[in-house]
């Protein structure tokens, strides 16, 4: 993950915003290490598969986006993740603005 912010600090700094907002995400990490809950009830598909990922960040940035008045909340995949991630396909991002209309002021642009 030390990867990632570093690159979302190079974005965030490209697109003149000087805030960052660091979300405690240890509750995933949760998936990868069952002892601390016990036993999952399945086999993950591999080490980087997290049922919903996507919707879980997506969400947390929606929540935020709501309360920071922003206009666009931009996500970053790689070119491959829809070979192995059902939530990165432009139908998950279509259904995901219809309920963020629904659900908030704001609304989530793809690009």
Request: hydrophobic fraction near 45%.
């Amino acid at each position: 993950m030390k990867g990632e912010k570093t690159h979302a600090m190079i974005i965030l700094a490209k697109a003149g915003i000087k805030s960052f907002i660091n979300v405690n995400l240890g509750f995933i990490r949760d998936l990868f290490d069952p002892s601390i809950n016990g036993i999952l009830p399945y086999e993950l598909k591999s080490p980087a598969y997290i049922p919903a990922k996507n919707l879980i960040f997506y969400s947390i940035a929606i929540y935020y986006g709501e309360i920071y008045e922003a206009n666009y909340i931009i996500g970053g995949h790689n070119a491959d993740d829809n070979n192995y991630f059902p939530d990165v396909y432009s139908n998950f991002f279509n259904l995901l603005n219809r309920a963020i209309n629904h659900s908030v002021a704001i609304q989530l642009q793809t690009l």
